[in-house]
């Protein structure tokens, strides 16, 4: 049988109707084609309780008594997402030496600038 829901997200709801046999994996894929983020990136909840992903929409409580057309089952979602790629330029650049051998050049190149600093020298 046909169940009818609404899911809502903030300012938007969307308005859809799926079988009791329908999985709530299923259902975020219907979403996925709306709101453009992968099952993953979603969490639906009746009420406050998250549904499993392997269950079925009956198996969840959604039949087509408590979630008729007229009167559709409500349910909220959040979705959420990886934090994008660093740009190039903030990733290390692969020079052919350590990390290690890298912070001791670093280490070297400060401690000269503060020697030079100290005895009032300038070298640059």
């Given at each position: 049988m046909d169940?009818f829901?609404?899911?809502r997200r903030?300012?938007t709801?969307?308005?859809?109707?799926a079988?009791?046999?329908?999985?709530?994996?299923?259902?975020?894929?219907i979403?996925e084609?709306?709101?453009?983020?992968s099952?993953?990136?979603q969490?639906l909840y009746k009420?406050?309780?998250?549904?499993d992903d392997?269950?079925?929409?009956?198996?969840?409580?959604?039949t087509?008594?408590?979630?008729r057309?007229q009167?559709?089952?409500?349910?909220?979602?959040?979705?959420?997402?990886?934090p994008?790629?660093?740009p190039?330029?903030?990733?290390?650049q692969?020079?052919?030496?350590?990390?290690?051998?890298?912070a001791?050049?670093?280490l070297?190149?400060?401690s000269w600038?503060?020697?030079?600093?100290?005895?009032?020298?300038t070298?640059?």
């Amino acid at each position: 049988m046909d169940v009818f829901l609404m899911i809502r997200r903030h300012k938007t709801t969307i308005f859809t109707d799926a079988k009791e046999s329908t999985t709530v994996y299923e259902l975020k894929r219907i979403v996925e084609g709306i709101l453009k983020r992968s099952p993953e990136e979603q969490r639906l909840y009746k009420d406050d309780m998250l549904l499993d992903d392997s269950k079925t929409l009956g198996d969840s409580g959604f039949t087509n008594q408590t979630a008729r057309p007229q009167a559709p089952a409500t349910l909220r979602i959040e979705t959420f997402s990886s934090p994008p790629e660093l740009p190039d330029v903030m990733k290390p650049q692969d020079s052919g030496s350590t990390a290690n051998e890298q912070a001791l050049v670093l280490l070297v190149g400060c401690s000269w600038l503060w020697n030079c600093a100290c005895q009032n020298e300038t070298h640059f």
